[in-house]
């Protein structure tokens, strides 16, 4: 004998069963997902960074500014959203709309899936973010000189830039004659970048003024390739 949900009267061969209730009924009753009701986030005018949870996060290469948004706005709601015990996100998908973006998912519960969606409110601020402020006023903590062999200091000084270029800014790249000078925005970025490439560099600091009575240094971080 076919099951018959006992609050919508929709019949067993019509509808996936968990339980006694088919399966939309059953994700009304027991709430197994909340969605944010909104989600702010500033989008900077100058490079098109999009600062969200207190991060700047850039676009990927050949991603289009609605592609870029979807995917942060995509990446936020699943992680501001709650599931239920034994629910799983199989699927999910942001579409832009004016001021509010379009969620849908497809979710497993028991093996069986089924699809939910959400309007979420989006509230956006569009002005220019901190380092391009900083770039535009030629500031910058910190200089990366790589010296040493030729063909190498190219390549290291496009593997710096790009990495750099994920956590802070280059104002300027100096072509010299013994090598490259990389004016680097952020002076712990730029030595953390150092690091993690597995470079070896000496260190020297230098006077550049006073900020709120205290001495400002930058440092020149020198690295031979």
């Known amino acids: 004998m076919s099951r018959m949900c006992p609050t919508c009267g929709a019949q067993e061969g019509e509808k996936q069963f968990i339980s006694a209730f088919c399966i939309d009924c059953f994700a009304k009753q027991r709430r197994l997902i909340e969605t944010p009701k909104e989600i702010g986030f500033t989008h900077c005018t100058k490079c098109g960074r999009i600062r969200i949870s207190g991060e700047w996060i850039s676009a990927h290469r050949d991603e289009s500014k609605e592609e870029f948004e979807e995917r942060v706005l995509k990446e936020t709601v699943l992680r501001k959203t709650r599931l239920a015990p034994g629910i799983e996100v199989v699927k999910a998908s942001v579409e832009r709309e004016k001021n509010f973006a379009i969620f849908r998912a497809v979710l497993s519960l028991e093996g069986k899936h089924f699809e939910t969606g959400a309007r979420i409110f989006v509230g956006e601020e569009k002005r220019s973010c901190e380092d391009c402020g900083k770039r535009a006023g030629g500031y910058y903590e910190a200089i990366i ?7 190498r200091i190219e390549r290291v000084a496009l593997k710096l830039e790009r990495a750099l270029n994920r956590k802070t800014f280059i104002a300027e ?22 690091s993690q490439a597995g470079l070896k560099y000496s260190l020297s600091h230098k006077l550049i003024g006073m900020k709120e009575g205290k001495r400002v240094h930058r440092v020149t971080a020198c690295v031979r390739v």
């Open 145 to 151: 000189q790589v010296r040493g062999d030729p063909q």
């Open 173 to 194: 790249a100096i072509l010299r004659k013994e090598g490259v000078d990389l004016q680097v925005g952020n002076k712990q970025a730029a030595l953390q970048t150092l």
